[in-house]
């Protein structure tokens, strides 16, 4: 191959680097993180789970940290908890304008969502008792995992490129909770604190996505091939705070009784790290030695701002022992203050948070019930719930649907509570991959499990 042929290839190979680089299918490389679950910070707990969420109001065990930390005043003896949870998640994707790359991805998981120990107790001040609730609570709150595997055609004059992505995030967040309940009015009034900690070093707060392509093309006639691989890892700095204010208010009538709870949780900012790797090569097949590979490595402080939240709850409760319940809550979430890390910003990376969901904000509608099955020494519970849960978007506000079923097996001092979810949306998420016309449906099935145990 003479020196003049050479430099043609040389080139040659610039220009398709320029152009895979600049096309729509590159910008799967560099699109903002998203949280695949739902961005709305709702709690823990197979009960809840089986009554869709409708739990502010009726929480009467340790995962009322999570939802609303007075209702722990309902808790009489010390008590262990245990959640764990199995999702699996279908989307549905649709390029409008690579409409080879259509189809559903999926991704199961299973996870640890939720610990607490609780401990009751009575203090006695101004010649009068008032009962006590602590308790220390683990909780898996936000889930990043998606894994897609897409394949791309692009043709444009003397140009055609074939090539696999595959997308790959994982990861979560998760915090530490410090809770405590006090009985202010006997019977009839408590309010409530926990404390949130996320930190990297107490619990994981991380999380990577990974980006790998691949393919073979054709430039002005001439064969070639490439890879491309993008790695960032965002963790956690230090340790951030939040917390959940709640109130509790009871009121027993003659044939049935009636509580409303009330819940703040308060916007927190976080320092996160993130580490980037990019890395490529090229290579014309008619070529005796391909173009030299190039690597990118960089570090970079950034933050995660999660928003201000905060709901209310009717529960109302009938039977001569309480055994049917219904609760209605509706909780809403200001998205003016979120910001998340993305890597958009070639040119200037430092310069990388972007707050994508302007000033709106968004109203969570949630409805369940219980009713009990009383036997001589125990009870099994029947539960179900329906759900709006609405996210948000860069200019318009995505519908999520859920409806929920649930059971158990209540025996002395311990309770067994099973759960299921199913949440959808139809055509949402436009606003990731926008140059492409990209929309997809999504079904979640999640599982939850729940033991707690009384001393």
Same mark, same amino acid.
């Given at each position: ?26 910008? !799967? ?48 003896? *010390?008590?262990?908890? !245990? ?37 009751? !107790? ?71 604190? *926990? ?9 994981? &707060? ?12 054709? &430039? ?23 917390? &959940? ?211």
């Amino acid at each position: 191959m003479n020196i003049q042929t050479k430099i043609i290839l040389l080139g040659f190979s610039y220009l398709v680097i320029l152009f895979i680089y600049s096309s729509p299918v590159y910008s !799967l490389t560099i699109q903002k993180i998203e949280i695949p679950s739902t961005l709305n910070p709702v709690g823990s707990g197979a009960r809840a789970f089986g009554m869709g969420g409708a739990y502010i109001a009726i929480a009467d065990d340790a995962t009322a940290a999570s939802w609303n930390p007075a209702a722990l005043i309902n808790l009489e003896r *010390t008590e262990i908890s !245990l959640v764990v949870t199995n999702y699996h998640r279908v989307e549905d994707n649709s390029f409008g304008t690579n409409p080879q790359s259509n189809g559903k991805q999926s991704i199961s998981k299973n996870s640890l969502n939720y610990f607490s120990l609780a401990y009751p !107790l009575e203090l006695s001040c101004f010649n009068r008792t008032y009962p006590i609730v602590f308790s220390l609570n683990y909780q898996n709150l936000y889930n990043f995992d998606r894994e897609w595997h897409l394949p791309f055609f692009i043709q444009a004059d003397n140009f055609v490129l074939n090539q696999n992505a595959n997308f790959l995030q994982t990861g979560n967040l998760s915090a530490i909770g410090l809770a405590g309940s006090v009985e202010i009015i006997a019977k009839v009034l408590s309010v409530g604190l *926990t404390i949130n900690i996320w930190s990297n070093e107490l619990t994981t &707060n991380h999380w990577e996505k990974k980006i790998y392509q691949k393919g073979t093309g054709t &430039n002005e006639g001439h064969d070639f091939t490439f890879t491309y691989t993008s790695i960032n890892d965002y963790e956690f700095k230090d340790f951030n705070y939040n917390f &959940n204010l709640g109130a509790l208010w009871k009121k027993d009538y003659s044939n049935h009784s009636v509580t409303i709870g009330a819940v703040i949780k308060t916007p927190f900012s976080a320092d996160v790290i993130r580490k980037s790797k990019y890395k490529s090569s090229f290579h014309y097949i008619e070529k005796d030695e391909p173009e030299p590979n190039s690597f990118i490595s960089n570090v970079y402080n950034e933050s995660l701002d999660f928003p201000l939240s905060y709901g209310v709850g009717a529960a109302f409760l009938f039977g001569r022992r309480n055994n049917f319940k219904v609760d209605f809550d509706l909780y809403v979430t200001e998205w003016k203050d979120y910001i998340i890390p993305d890597a958009i910003d070639r040119e200037n990376p430092n310069d990388t948070d972007k707050t994508y969901h302007d000033d709106k904000r968004t109203v969570q509608v949630r409805l369940g019930m219980e009713y009990l099955f009383f036997k001589d020494k125990y009870f099994i519970p029947f539960r179900t719930g329906l759900f709006y849960d609405p996210v948000p978007g860069d200019d318009c506000i995505d519908d999520y649907f859920g409806f929920t079923l649930g059971s158990g097996f209540h025996k002395e001092n311990i309770q067994l509570d099973f759960g299921y979810q199913y949440r959808f949306g139809n055509n949402v998420s436009k606003y990731i991959y926008k140059s492409l016309n990209f929309s997809q449906d999504i079904k979640d099935h999640t599982f939850c499990v729940s033991l707690i145990y009384r001393l």
